[in-house]
């Protein structure tokens, strides 16, 4: 997933967010932001890139 796709999708889950805990739909809401933070946080990797992989070494 590029950063440009990534960015969009966690900007869309946001502002749904947004929109649903205006309208006092609290659940859904926090379930949306929850999604966000969750996406904004993963270390997206591809199988050969061992940059962006955790060691122990």
Same mark, same amino acid.
């Given at each position: 997933m590029s950063n440009l796709s990534k960015d969009i999708l966690i900007g869309i889950l946001f502002l749904t967010g947004l929109v649903g805990f205006i309208s006092g739909e609290f659940i859904i809401s !926090?379930?949306?932001?929850?999604? /966000?933070?969750?996406?904004?946080?993963?270390?997206? !990797?591809?199988?050969?890139?061992? /940059?962006s992989q955790l060691s122990w070494d």
């Open positions: !926090s379930t949306l932001f929850l999604a /966000a933070a969750i996406a904004s946080n993963i270390n997206f !990797s591809r199988k050969g890139d061992k /940059a």
